[in-house]
């Protein structure tokens, strides 16, 4: 729902600010995240574990909740050592929903998601009303920026956002078919 991706991106965007993550492309699932990150100070696990305490506990709340919102198992950090890697995990997590089979178009998906338009702007996003006090510790605002790796800076954005949306539609239209075949 609208309040519940507000949230997902206000913690994602102030805990990417604490903690020197540079956002590269992410998707949210039911009980997980896929996420392309730059851990630039050595603090992704700190980044994880704030986003991840932030959204079960503003859901649990909401939701009138008690048990494990996320999934038990533990995260899967991977490095990404080529710039080919790199951009077959961005393509992956930015229509993960599709590769999945739970939509057929990435259009169609109502969590939060990258979408390639995103790559190289900055969102605003404001703080929920909904758990968190006004006069507490976070900001009214934080910004949600998804940018390009640095690896992948011989390319100026346009052309790395075209690149990315070939690969997407590439990736989904072979989902689609192999889902028809079925």
Known sequence: DTQTNQLVEYVIGQAADVYGIDLHAMTTMCDHMHMVVTDNCGELPNFVQ??????????????NCRENFWSTAKPSYLVLKTPEDIIDKIVYVMCNATLSGLVRS???????????????????????????????PLPD???????????????????????????IENACQKTRQAMEQL
């Not at 969590?111 to 009303?129: H, S």
């Open 141 to 167: 605002t934080a910004e949600l920026t998804f940018i390009k790796p640095a690896s992948l800076y011989a390319f100026t954005d346009e052309e790395f956002r075209t690149l990315v949306k070939s690969r």
């Open 50 to 63: 704030k986003v991840d305490m932030l959204i079960a506990r503003f859901l649990n709340v909401t939701q």
């Open 106 to 136: 990435m259009k169609d998906w109502e969590g939060v998601a990258t979408k390639v338009g995103d790559i190289g702007k900055t969102k605003v996003v404001e703080r929920p009303d909904v758990y968190f006090r006004a006069d507490g």
